[in-house]
């Protein structure tokens, strides 16, 4: 096997350092002289197609590809948060060299008529904590509660534009009871102000949350909690979208700008996440957009999203031409990939 080496500036610390891939300490010599040891992807829907009335799930040959395409792009971590268990599991407990490693939620968990009928499997009230037992006798690490949505018909579309709560927030409080009982975290999608009751039982990352307040980022990083805001998914313009629609996302991107960098004074990880529509090169574009330093950005892509996920960098490098900290846009364009030791872009 080739022996890879890397000299030059290591973001986001900046450090200049020699890596070495492999046993022979000369080897070849990789291109680029600006490196991250590796993307993370920490919201991502392996197994999650658009469709015509919401997203869809799709099978193990979608999954492959996804990966392969994560991984040409310098991720090397997913975490997958919700999709199709029997796939997405089965990866989360295979490593395989070739692909990014995948940290796995299994299940999206919401009752009938709270998420997208094409892409879950409802789960009732009275069935959630069982629910949870199979998702980590299983192998989940993370469990995806769905914690606010509108109603949803049964062929898909949303109806109406009121969101509520999924389960009874007592409920809530002792699923993630049982969850860290198992040593496993909880991530919730929430876009209302019911964020405020997720965390305070105890939620371990808020996924969206568009409608998180300063008390809430507060609270949240007291206790070393996260926040992935998939600004791809949250202010990203849709296809045929009405004025109506367009002034709501530009007020939600206002909102979120002022916000966002409040996450770090309190302690709050904020992490990067390509959800069904993104790259993780785009979140770190409007991560940026939205008020964080290009380093903030790329630590929350990367050593940040690392640290908080329980992983680590070794073994991966993703290279590029230009310093990402000037030319950002050099993110979507890697120089090289090394992934678990090896060079495969």
Known sequence: MTTWVFEGTVLPSGDTARLTFGPDPSGEELPGRYAVPGLVDSHCHLTMAPGANGPVLRGADYADERLGELAGAGVSAVRDVGGNRDVTLRLARTADDGRPLVLAAGRFLAPDGRYFPQAYEPVAPEDLLAAVEAEIADGATWLKLVGDFPEVGPDGPIRGSKVSPSYDVELVAAMVGLAHARNVRVAAHVNTDHVSELIRVGIDSVEHGTALTEQDLQALGARGGAWTP?????????????????????????????????????????????????????????????GLTVEQALTAASTGAQDFLGLTGAGNLVTYDADPREHPGVLARPTAVVLNGRRIG
């Open 230 to 290: 998939t600004l791809c998914a949250s202010v990203g313009p849709s296809p045929d979208e009405t004025p109506e629609r367009t002034a709501r996302r530009e007020e939600r991107s206002a909102y979120l700008a002022s916000i966002l960098p409040l996450a770090e004074r309190y302690g709050v990880r904020v992490l990067t996440g390509s959800d069904v529509v993104g790259t993780v090169a785009g979140e770190i574009d409007l991560l940026v957009k939205h």
